[in-house]
Nanobody, 121 residues
């Protein structure tokens, strides 16, 4: 069994910062990409930031220069540092990881339960 547990969400004023963390645990052989998605009220879920095991990153255009994704491959963790937050960043943020549970299994995508981020104006 694999679990992704997020932490660090909360309420912050516009212009403030939050740091989200996610830890993957359970039966894990290897983790390829790790990412953060978000879903704002009434909107579709969207990719915010993604990092491969090798360190390549990509960001959603609206967060470039404000958000930074990082990960610790040894600890199976991924973080999202969010600065200069805007009300439009409000939403539920999900940790996502592409995981192989053993050497003979194919990769599967796992999702955390989500953590709420609310940015007040």
């Amino acid at each position: 069994q694999v679990q992704l547990v997020e932490s660090g969400g909360g309420l912050v004023q516009a212009g403030g910062s939050l740091r989200l963390s996610c830890a993957a645990s359970g039966s894990i052989f290897s983790i390829n990409a790790m990412a953060w998605y978000r879903q704002a009220p009434g909107k579709q879920r969207e990719l915010v930031a993604r990092m491969t095991r090798g360190g390549s990153t990509n960001y959603e255009d609206s967060v470039k220069g404000r958000f930074t994704i990082s990960r610790d491959n040894a600890k199976n963790t991924v973080n999202l540092q969010m600065n200069s937050l805007k009300p439009e960043d409000t939403g539920v943020y999900y940790c996502v990881a592409d995981i192989r549970r053993d050497w003979y299994s194919s990769q599967k995508t796992y999702w955390g339960q989500g953590t709420q981020v609310t940015v007040s104006s």
